[in-house]
């Protein structure tokens, strides 16, 4: 593939205090702030948004539209 097209979805990071899931996405999205502030390129990266759910339909709903849209599904995680 031609290397300008090519994207990484990024919707996690490893860090070593084992920080509840919503201080790692919050990590994770100001260091991308960052990396793009410090003059970086960071079109070939792409933060996934965090999204909440509050029913089993909406999870379903969300993973048919996802896909729909040429995604592979939908990350499920409680939060804290």
Do not use: C, H
Not at 1 to 16: C, G, H
Not at 40 to 51: A, E, K, Q, Y
Not at 54 to 61: E, G, K, L, P, Y
């Amino acid at each position: 593939p031609n290397n300008n097209q090519l994207k990484y979805y990024i919707f996690e990071i490893s860090e070593p205090n084992n920080l509840p899931f919503e201080k790692r996405y919050n990590l994770l999205v100001r260091s991308y702030e960052q990396f793009v502030k410090d003059g970086n390129d960071g079109s070939s990266l792409v933060i996934v948004p965090m999204t909440m759910f509050f029913s089993d339909n909406d999870i379903r709903q969300a993973e048919i539209n996802w896909t729909q849209q040429g995604f592979e599904g939908v990350m499920v995680r409680p939060l804290g």
